[in-house]
């Protein structure tokens, strides 16, 4: 009876232990391309405008600490992040309304894209 008690034990273990096994080799970020547009968040969807002529603006915002994230060509946000949780992410300020093509890890969460960008071009 105690084995089958402690078989049950182990194969109830596996079964939980498998599929966040699963998980987390999925969620495995691969650094990829992306080429998009540094947009001024607040103003791009506040006010619907970016570009060239909110440039300047976007220029304070940014400086101003408002956020700034890139939307790609293929219409997704991307969300710059730090590598881990004590250092900030890539500075964007100069490349506010700006196309550019970044590389970096995404990371997928709740239906947003962050991005850990190791490099930005114009």
Known sequence: ??????????????????????RAQAAAPQEVTVTGTVVDVTCKFMKGVSGDAHRKCGEVCANAGLPLAILSD????????????????????????????VKGRVITSSGANGIVISSVSM
Request: overall charge neutral; cysteine-free.
């Open 1 to 22: 009876m105690q084995r089958w008690i402690a078989g049950l034990g182990v194969s109830t273990l596996f079964a939980i232990a498998a599929p966040t096994a699963a």
């Open 74 to 101: 293929d219409g997704k946000l991307y969300i710059p992040l730090g590598p881990d949780v004590a250092q900030p992410p890539a500075d964007l300020k100069a490349h506010v309304d700006h196309k550019v093509t």
